[in-house]
């Protein structure tokens, strides 16, 4: 794994965490980001290290959630099971498909199988098998959908 691949691996898994911490608390975005730039991102808390984050990447993708919440939010709950909403996924599964959804959208210059393995391994942070397979189905399937014209093109 090359050094940048490594940072935004990280970038993903600080993401998601971000994305998590915003929608427990309700921090504002640029509170958010700056504690993340200045007391998390390779930093070692509580003697967990956190890897150096690409930290331009990082803000797309917290950025970018916060900003277009309600169109990911559609596609995410157009793929799930009839009877299921977002509500009932767990906050981090939510925040993980939004990550995901939203690199799936907004960022073409990333691979779809790139960021559907990404975010499983994410995923492998916090769940077992099974959910890790419905984080790659469910992104598959909005791949699919906002790549399709894409790759065409």
């Known amino acids: ?3 940048r691949s490594k940072s935004r691996s990280a ?10 911490q915003m929608e427990m608390e309700g921090t504002a975005l640029a509170v958010l980001l700056h504690e993340f730039h200045n007391h998390r991102l390779g930093a070692t808390i509580e003697d967990v290290e ?10 797309d ?13 559609t596609l995410i709950t157009g793929r799930l099971a009839e009877g299921w ?4 996924l767990d906050r981090p599964m939510r925040q993980i498909l939004r990550a995901g959804a939203y690199e ?10 790139s960021v559907i393995s990404e975010y499983v ?7 077992d ?14 791949a699919k959908a906002v790549r399709a014209g894409a790759a065409r093109g």
């Open 50 to 59: 956190y890897a150096d984050a690409e930290i331009d990447f990082f803000d």
């Open 85 to 88: 909403s977002l509500a009932r």
């Open 121 to 127: 391994d994410v995923a492998h942070a916090f769940y």
């Open 104 to 113: 799936l959208l907004a960022r073409p210059d990333v691979p779809t199988a």
């Open 61 to 73: 993708l917290v950025g970018g959630v916060d900003a277009r919440r309600a169109e990911i939010d």
């Open 11 to 20: 970038a993903r898994l600080a993401a998601v965490q971000a994305l998590y």
């Open 129 to 142: 098998k099974r959910e890790t397979g419905f984080v790659n189905g469910l992104l598959d399937g909005i």
């Open 1 to 3: 794994m090359t050094s």
